[in-house]
């Protein structure tokens, strides 16, 4: 099992945060973008990036539409980069697990401030 898949991710994920902070992408639909997450294919030839995106759905689908418009910059930004024979085709997914989280945690609370209430 090799661990070049991996770290190759983790590259990715570094590169991209660093553009999308640096502000480097020009888009100015891209909105408030956490990459969560990178899979790189065993084969080292595709990349799926997941992004997580502050907003409401509307301003997410703008982000993701803006993200993936750029895609071709962003693959070449990391050609130059990362040093790899070939750079690996990219494509970014939606990541709700954050917004899921906070969903459960206001639900969590919401159904503990009702406990105070069954006691009496």
């Not at 902070?21 to 956490?34: A, H, L, N, S, W």
């Not at 997580?52 to 982000?63: I, W």
């Not at 709700?96 to 969590?108: E, F, K, M, P, Q």
Request: zero cysteines; proline letters at 4%; charged letters at 35%.
């Amino acid at each position: 099992m090799s661990y070049r898949p991996e770290r190759l991710a983790e590259a990715i994920k570094k590169e991209v945060s660093d553009m999308l902070f640096q502000q480097e992408i020009k888009d100015p639909r891209v909105g408030f973008v956490t990459i969560t997450a990178v899979e790189v294919s065993p084969d080292l030839r595709a990349a799926k990036i997941y992004a997580s995106v502050l907003g409401s759905p509307e301003e997410q689908k703008a982000t993701m539409e803006a993200l993936r418009r750029a895609q071709g910059f962003i693959r070449s930004e990391l050609g130059k980069r990362i040093r790899l024979r070939h750079t690996p085709e990219i494509s970014f997914k939606l990541d709700t697990s954050i917004a899921r989280g906070v969903r459960v945690t206001r639900l969590l609370k919401e159904i503990e401030g009702r406990g105070d209430n069954i006691h009496e």
